[in-house]
């Protein structure tokens, strides 16, 4: 199993831990589900709500956690549903405006890096929203296959499938904008 | 040997098994292909993380620290959240919960307004502030919550000292609809800054009636959580506020 990235001490919630305990420990997953969720809405502004709906959300049925079960993996869970419902809710709104707001900014772009972050910004939008999740929860959260595919709700032959056409498109959508890989 | 662009990614990936691990890494060896591959597909990770990640140099924002630790959130003016937000329901008070997440001031007010002569209704719009009106800003201004009488047409819950420095208290009535809420001193006036309505309305329906009843000391949550944000300090005692009312709540 690959070991995420990012791991605090306090990220598999104790047997014990009261509600007090694990509002502190949500609070330092927030960076990480900020990051999440802006793999998923690209709009900072939006994702932000994301988080905060996923966080709210979580201490309302804190007591469905189980004790053995990983903080961060069920956040992105709930997080990700949130998102579901979102995009259910509010159609593909976000799709029609991303590109032209990040087109607005690619003006602005002081550096080289940051008119790179935005194209993969960009790219990681244009992808369907499957294959953006298993984008976001493998290679940006650096979730194993297992946790990602269990916080999908889907076999891990279909997160892998998933994740090779994201990473494809987003190959040849970055080749297009720019150039070779390093 | 050949292998599958999947397998290449899950060796990106760090998903392999040792045994495949090793043939991969013998293959790549001999085949500069399959390096330039694999090579690919760790940059285009590279890629997506050294992106992604500023957002984990930022301080989270206030508010969502607030909401992890249950602070609430300070409303801010144009910053509208599209998601629609399930509160906790407060089983106290069944018959507020549904209205606790739909209370919108505005239609509320209209409502409670279009049905009323300006001189009865018990706020009324002036220049774009709502302030309490008849009844209820008498209550406001003379009612002590420690000596009003069981039947008082509105009943006064708190009173407490605002962080911007002017008294508010919250209120419940149950004539003309049933109405809860809290309302802040503005010079000679009471300025409402939160209302909630029982969806149902009826005036002698036994639902407002017991939700009146328990109005002096519980409230619906959107009320209860405009006093957190608002109250500097503890509540008045009834000395406290007896004292605040001879000083016309100045």
């Known amino acids: ?182 | 040997m050949n292998f599958s662009e999947e397998t290449l990614m899950a060796y990106a990936d760090d998903e392999l098994d040792s045994q495949t691990r090793s043939a991969i890494e013998a293959a790549m060896a001999n085949d500069p292909e399959i390096a330039r591959r694999i090579a690919q597909h760790k940059a285009l990770r590279g890629r997506l993380k050294a992106t992604f990640d500023k957002v984990l140099d930022e301080p989270p924002p206030q508010r969502l620290v607030d909401a992890a630790r249950g602070v609430p959130a300070v409303r801010r003016e144009g910053n509208v959240i599209p998601l629609r937000r399930k509160r906790p329901q407060r089983t106290a008070w069944p018959q507020w919960a549904t209205i606790a997440a739909s209370l919108v001031i505005g239609v509320i007010i209209g409502q409670v307004l279009l049905r009323m002569p300006t001189s009865g209704a018990p706020v009324v719009s002036r220049n774009g502030q709502v302030l309490a009106n008849g009844t209820l800003a008498q209550a406001l201004s003379d009612q002590l919550a420690s000596t009003q009488a069981p039947d008082a047409p509105v009943k006064i819950g708190v009173s407490f000292k605002s962080k911007a420095g002017e008294y508010c208290r919250t209120f419940a009535m149950h004539a003309p609809t049933t109405l809860a809420g809290l309302a802040c001193r503005d010079h000679s006036d009471w300025r409402v800054q939160v209302l909630a309505q029982n969806p149902q309305g009826e005036t002698n329906s036994a639902r407002s009636g017991a939700a009146y009843r328990q109005a002096g000391s519980e409230m619906p949550r959107s009320v209860l959580q405009a006093v957190d944000e608002n109250i500097a300090g503890d509540p008045l005692d009834a000395r406290a506020e007896a004292a605040a009312r001879d000083v016309r709540w100045h």
């Open chain 1, 1 to 182: 199993m690959t070991v995420p990235d990012v791991i605090s001490s306090t990220d598999v919630r104790g047997m014990h831990a009261s509600l007090d305990q694990l509002r502190e420990q949500i609070v330092d997953l927030l960076p990480r589900l900020r990051r999440f969720a802006r793999t998923l809405a690209r709009n900072p502004h939006d994702a932000d709500d994301l988080v905060q709906v996923a966080v709210e959300r979580a201490l309302a049925r804190s007591e469905q956690l189980r004790p053995d079960s990983r903080l961060s993996s069920w956040m992105f869970g709930i997080l990700r549903n949130a998102w579901i419902d979102e995009t259910r809710t509010r159609g593909r709104r976000n799709r029609i405006f991303a590109p032209e707001e990040l087109g607005e900014n690619v003006g602005d772009a002081a550096s080289e890096s940051h008119a790179d972050a935005l194209s993969v910004q960009d790219a990681m939008g244009r992808l369907p929203d499957e294959q953006r999740m298993a984008v976001g929860l493998v290679l940006v959260e650096g979730l194993s296959y297992k946790e990602a595919a269990e916080i999908m709700g889907v076999p891990i032959g279909t997160l892998t499938s998933r994740l090779a056409r994201g990473r494809e498109a987003l190959q040849s959508m970055l080749d297009d904008t720019t150039g070779a890989m390093q």
